[in-house]
């Protein structure tokens, strides 16, 4: 979006237009005056793979593009579009012939259609509604007066207090029955599917003009909003406000969710990152059957969180991404023992050392009692060490478990001052064990995903989808991992990857192109022919030929010597 035009309107909306026919593009480009209707013509497109570095490089608001396209389609184009940039309004310009194709663009969201040829009044009326629609959505998230309207008509007192026992009680002794008439009561039965909750977090903090409480609350009022409006396109959910953050409590079928997980946690962050302009956090709980896992969850998404914030792993985080289990340790303290593993796992030293001071503060050399409960307290911490060691993914082996040796070494120390040095300096030496392993992993991820593509390249279904997968690992975290690892995007290895064994085969091999084409994963020979020419600025055919001719040359002049 630009600034405001001299029509005076608060923005200008971006648009690329995408169609294999040059008459076709220049005809639609002429056809609307763009800036006079609230509009800036980024460009056009012939083909779907150029239109993805164009949206890579521009990232328009609204996307215009013809269904049936050599190379790349409308309708592939319009599932990448949707996986990488949710915010983007998608119109498919398509023929009579063509409505089947078109069909499939409602599972995409796509926004409207328009038959060709195209009618200059029909395109202005859509373009009309569309900046109509993108205009609501900027001022519902920036106009104060309705968001506060709002704010003061939806709140549904009791169904959100309801909602906040889930994530904060335990429910042990509930009979699912009593449960059920919570949920029916509060129009919440599809709860009792699978869950899984997304916990997001708005930080105000990155603004250089410290905003006021109430202009907090109705921006985080503002966001749930926007999270509310999105997840309603594709799951059965709950949103509310609960803290400082916006809870998202999702009930749906298992396949759903795992279908639209990552498409939704992407288009929450990209629509918030566009209009509001602050930093976004997502923490994404595993998925749960009993409603009474509802804490358990709700605090792995804080893990998550914090695991964000403090590794800078990126901005959405599956607890699946860090923990290699979730098993629950029982304890004498559940709340001082699950803050201690969570200090531990983020490698937070101020406060494990605050509750290393708090779990040992009525411990008394003096006191008959002194060594029996030390060796509790040594034991406890010990093990929480190891967990945390353990969940974090770290292997234990007999170097960490003979480490317990410390504690008898500690249970002869006089002065409570000293253990608690000594019992600090074990559990910052556990915390780097942890961090080391992370920076290893994120490494040793990135090579995994690498190598997968060497080794699965001619498959022509390879996604970053189906790696992460293969991986155990979401979509989101694995791209984020494997750029910062690699300097490089999925797309682009691959493609690497690709063209050298396709060049490679051209040169060396009798090979017919479309075979050619078929082992380094394109199922499509123009596809093909149009990737290779792009990457090596001529064509497969003409390589062949003048490495044959150069050959020959090579032959002849040896010939004459």
């Known amino acids: 979006m630009e600034e405001r035009n001299e029509k005076g309107r608060a923005t200008l909306f971006s648009i690329i237009l995408v169609d294999d026919e ?101 395109l202005e009326n859509t373009l009309s509604q569309l900046r109509d629609e993108l205009e609501e959505e900027a001022k519902s998230a920036t106009d104060i007066h309705l968001i506060e309207q709002g704010y003061l008509a939806n709140m549904e007192v009791m169904k959100i207090s309801f909602l906040i026992s889930l994530l904060t009680e335990n429910y042990p002794l509930f009979h699912l029955d009593e449960l059920q008439s919570f949920l029916s009561r509060y129009h919440l039965n599809f709860l009792l599917k699978k869950k899984v909750i997304l916990n997001i977090h708005l930080d105000n903090r990155n603004t250089e003009e410290e905003p ?8 985080r009022f503002s966001l749930s909003n926007l999270v509310r409006n999105t997840v309603g396109k594709y799951v059965q959910a709950e949103v509310f406000l609960f803290a400082s953050n916006v809870i998202c409590l999702i009930g749906d079928e298992e396949e759903k969710i795992e279908e639209t997980l990552d498409v939704l946690a992407k288009e929450i962050y990209a629509s918030a ?89 009525n411990l008394y050399v003096s006191s008959s009692r002194y060594k029996a409960l030390m060796r ?17 993914g770290v292997e234990l082996d007999e170097k960490y478990l003979d480490q317990f040796g410390f504690s008898q070494e500690m249970m002869e120390y006089e002065n409570i001052e000293t253990v608690r040095r000594r019992l600090f300096d074990f559990c910052r030496e556990m915390m780097k064990k942890i961090q080391e392993y ?68 051209v040169l060396t091999s009798d090979l017919k192109m479309f075979e050619i084409a078929l082992k380094c994963g394109f199922a499509d020979q123009h596809y093909f022919s149009y990737s290779f020419k792009k990457y090596y600025n001529q064509s497969p055919s003409k390589m062949r030929k003048a490495a044959e001719q150069n050959d020959l040359f090579t032959a002849n002049e040896r010939g004459t010597e």
């Open 438 to 505: 992370r920076e290893n992993q994120t490494s040793t991820l990135a090579a995994q995903g690498k190598q997968y593509l060497k080794e699965h390249y001619a498959d022509a279904e390879l996604s970053l989808k189906k790696v992460s997968g293969e991986l155990l690992i979401s979509p989101s975290y694995f791209s984020s991992v494997f750029k910062k690892e690699i300097g490089r995007s999925f797309t682009e290895v691959l493609a690497d990857i690709r063209m050298k064994k396709a060049k490679e085969l």
């Open 212 to 219: 006021n409480n109430r202009q907090v609350e109705l921006l």
């Open 376 to 392: 509790l307290v040594l034991g406890e911490f010990f093990i929480l060490t190891m967990r945390a060691l353990r969940e974090s």
């Open 22 to 122: 040059q008459e076709i593009r220049e005809s639609i480009s002429e056809l609307v005056e763009w800036e006079q209707n609230g509009f800036d013509f980024l460009g056009a497109a012939e083909n779907g793979v150029d239109a993805l570095q164009l949206i890579e490089k521009q990232v328009p608001d609204i996307l215009i593009t013809d269904i049936k396209m050599p190379v790349m389609d409308g309708i592939k184009l319009a599932q990448r579009v949707r996986e990488e940039y949710p915010t983007i309004k998608i119109i498919f310009l398509s023929g009579y012939d063509e409505f089947e194709f078109a069909i499939s663009g409602i599972k995409l969201n796509v926004t409207a259609y328009l038959l060709k040829p195209i009618m200059k009044k029909e």
């Open 273 to 361: 990152r566009k209009l509001f302009r602050k930093k976004i956090t997502i923490g994404i709980s595993e998925q749960f059957e009993r409603l009474s896992d509802t804490k358990a969850a709700f605090q792995s998404t804080i893990e998550a969180i914090n695991y964000a914030k403090v590794y800078k792993k990126g901005h959405i985080v599956s607890i699946s991404d860090i923990e290699s289990t979730s098993n629950e340790w029982v304890g004498f303290n559940e709340e001082l023992e699950s803050q201690l593993l969570l200090a531990l796992k983020l490698g937070e030293e101020k406060e494990v050392r605050r509750l290393i001071d708090e779990v040992t503060a």
